[in-house]
């Protein structure tokens, strides 16, 4: 039996939209909580209403003249806090940002929480720990 992935995603897109709903199925997701993306997750919601450790949807503000890479590194303490190593659950070994691009403050921030491999995606990067 292979070992279950413990993935966090983190969307700073604004319109992620209809996206959210495929992504929160595979993986536990912070949004942020722009109109567009509040009518989707409000949604999942609705129709999901039992919380799950490994997948789900947690929304969250950020200021309008905040940019994305700030946006990102704030909440890194808070998501390491629910889905770290000292919560009650398994610790995330996969962590995905969408909407920002690795910047050397976020690749070290992101190291600081254990994380030692990075790759790029399309729209973002991967951050994943060690085996």
Request: charged fraction near 25%.
């Amino acid at each position: 039996m292979s070992e279950r992935i413990n993935k966090v995603t983190l969307v700073l897109e604004p319109d992620f939209g209809d996206r959210l709903a495929s992504l929160a199925a595979i993986s536990h997701v912070w949004i942020i909580d722009t109109p567009a993306n509040h009518t989707v997750a409000s949604e999942y919601w609705a129709q999901n209403p039992k919380s799950e450790v490994e997948t789900g949807i947690i929304t969250f503000k950020s200021p309008e003249n905040e940019s994305r890479w700030e946006s990102c590194l704030k909440m890194l303490d808070t998501i390491d806090l629910h889905h770290g190593e000292y919560s009650s659950n398994p610790p995330y070994s996969v962590f995905e940002v969408i909407g920002a691009p690795l910047t050397q403050a976020l690749k070290s921030a992101i190291e600081g929480l254990g994380f030692r491999n990075f790759e790029p995606m399309i729209e973002g990067f991967r951050a994943s720990r060690d085996s």
